[in-house]
């Protein structure tokens, strides 16, 4: 118990020697939990656009729009998942809240699509489509309220529960901390293929509502083993949210914001570090200086016996200002995340595969058009291990760096692929177009192979093995060790806001574009528009997005990275006997 106290985990009636058997047998259960989880979220939710088309009857600009608000809240919820675990509940609790709220919201989705009184009737081609009503609809949105519920507990728990069962301190424990990672992502990768290929055909050409029930049997076999596992789980408790030492140093440098700085102040700013603190001790940085003001001292505050401020609201360390500016200084890198996935996840994809030949070669199979996304999926399996094998021994032979190239340089890349990647798929749209258009008599379906999407999703596939892993592990590594879970949802966040920033988008450029000369771009029927005009703008957009995280990776400084003008000094003083 002594050593788990100082490995800053509080354990409930755990011995430290355990922990690592522990970690083994309960992989078997996190990892089918898991496994069992992406199979029916990714399941349920990879083909909810058609869904929402075909059975509820929704315009395409709708259903984008209600599926983009319903991804931005489930991202955002995840925010306020992690507060209340790291406050409240641990991840235990909160996982075990959150599968069960999932559970519940996969089968009201199932059960709209297996009783007729909950969805709109069937509508014939030719024929005016009835929209649902306001009971059927309310019904539908209490099902998303469940799923985002579910979501916002689940996402930034699960990787980090699994990682709880392994004693970082230990090499056996390192070792079972590298397998999980390892089977957690195979397990994500797995699901996703079998969702998009398996489930989306049964749903798209056997049933709608077998194909989304057999998502819920995987969530409930998902909640069935996480809580099967409960008696040999390791459960780390709540320590309190460390949003509260954040929101101080904010409230405290405002408080003292006319003060002046001293002329050394990494001599004279309170400078306490916590003994049993899991966070690393951070070096001072003369960057964001405004924030150094929170750990002036004056004589109005007091210090207590133990070195601690007796108001924290008055005084913070320097350690809780650098810990701040760890977080302040990630903002205007994370906030190119909105773009680049408007980039990278072009929804439009499956609308234009319905409006494409998608019979597989000279058979009678066609794809079903929500598979098509697997490419992309495929893209990022493939380009993973190359790069981890072949491309970071390469590129560290050259820059002498350990991971080949910077996080900000890895995730760089992935942004200039997205500009690669609209300006293919505006190339490739603006052809199917014309083939359909060049027919006689125009066709609905183009002549021209699904295949052709391909080439744009491998893209989109390779940009996310650069920048959505390198955002993760940005954030990982860049928050402050007692913010990790933080570090997690901040990424679904840029998602979340993504999601609404397109959903926006596309309203402006469907009203914007529906009185001009060269027609709707985006109307019901891709032939009548010009899809290729909006990938063309996307591209832009991506373009200014790269040219703006240029400017920030430039102004950005790593954690635990001291001030050159500041090291110099300091090693000067160090070595000048008549310093003070």
């Given at each position: 118990m002594e050593k788990n106290e100082q490995d800053g985990v509080k354990m409930e009636d755990e011995e430290p020697e355990q922990i690592n058997y522990r970690g083994i047998k309960a992989m078997p259960f996190i990892i089918g939990n898991e496994t069992f989880e992406k199979l029916g979220a990714i399941g349920t939710l990879s083909n909810l656009q058609v869904y929402l088309t075909t059975v509820f009857n929704m315009s395409r600009i709708s259903a984008t729009t209600l599926l983009?608000?319903?991804?931005?809240?489930?991202?955002?919820a995840t925010l306020v998942g992690a507060y209340l675990c790291d406050t409240y509940f641990g991840r235990y609790k909160t996982l075990g809240f959150a599968s069960i709220a999932s559970l519940f919201g996969l089968l009201v989705i199932t059960l709209t699509a297996a009783f007729k009184n909950l969805h709109p009737p069937h509508c014939e081609h030719g024929e005016r489509c009835v929209g649902p009503d306001a009971g059927q609809m309310a019904f539908l949105l209490f099902g998303f309220g469940l799923l985002i519920v579910g979501a916002g507990g689940i996402r930034p728990c699960n990787l980090a529960f699994g990682?709880?069962?392994?004693?970082?301190n230990t090499e056996s424990g390192k070792r079972g901390i590298d397998s999980f990672f390892n089977w957690y992502y195979f397990t994500i990768t797995f699901a996703q293929i079998v969702s998009l290929t398996l489930v989306v055909y049964v749903q798209s050409n056997v049933s709608w509502s077998i194909g989304l029930g057999i998502p819920t049997i995987f969530m409930f076999v998902s909640c069935l083993l996480f809580f099967v596992g409960t008696r040999?789980?390791?459960k780390v408790s709540p320590e309190g949210s460390p949003m509260t030492s954040l929101v101080q140093v904010m409230v405290v440098a405002v408080k003292k914001r006319r003060l002046e700085l001293p002329r050394q102040p990494w001599l004279h700013l309170f400078n306490y570090v916590p003994t049993k603190s899991i966070n690393s001790?951070?070096?001072y940085t003369e960057q964001l200086s405004f924030l150094n003001k929170a750990a002036i001292i004056t004589p109005e505050d007091q210090i207590k016996p133990d070195g601690t401020a007796a108001d924290p609201w008055n005084l913070c360390s320097m350690q809780q200002v650098e810990e701040a500016k760890c977080v302040v200084r990630l903002i205007p890198i994370s906030l190119t995340s909105i773009v680049y996935h408007i980039g990278v996840q072009q929804q439009y994809i499956v609308f234009q595969a319905l409006q494409s030949d998608r019979h597989l070669g000279n058979t009678s199979f066609q794809v079903p058009a929500a598979s098509y996304v697997v490419f992309a999926m495929l893209g990022l399996a493939f380009w993973v291990p190359i790069y981890d094998r072949l491309f970071v021994p390469y590129a560290r032979r050259i820059t002498k760096k350990e991971g080949g190239i910077t996080i900000l340089q890895r995730m760089g890349i992935g942004l200039f692929i997205t500009i690669i990647e609209s300006i293919v798929g505006a190339i490739v749209e603006e052809r199917r177009r014309s083939l359909a258009l060049a027919r006689p008599e125009p066709v609905a379906i183009s002549p021209m192979s699904g295949m052709w999407l391909v080439p744009q999703l491998a893209l989109g596939g390779l940009a996310e093995a650069f920048n959505a892993i390198g955002q993760l592990e940005f954030y990982y590594k860049q928050f402050p060790e007692n913010m990790r879970s933080f570090g997690g949802a901040f990424f679904f966040c840029g998602n979340a806001l993504s999601s609404y920033v397109y959903s926006f988008f596309i309203s402006v450029v469907h009203r914007t574009t529906e009185g001009a000369s060269t027609g709707n771009w985006l109307?019901?029927?891709l032939n009548q528009g010009r899809l290729d005009y909006f990938y063309y703008l996307i591209a832009a957009l991506c373009a200014l997005n790269f040219c703006?995280?240029?400017?920030?990776?430039?102004?950005?400084r790593y954690k635990g990275s001291e001030?050159?003008?500041v090291a110099v000094e300091m090693e000067a003083k160090k070595h000048d006997p008549h310093s003070a």
């Open positions: 983009n608000v319903f991804n931005g809240t489930t991202n955002i990682v709880d069962q392994f004693n970082p040999i789980y390791v001790k951070l070096p109307p019901e029927d703006y995280f240029l400017v920030c990776a430039h102004w950005y001030d050159s003008s």
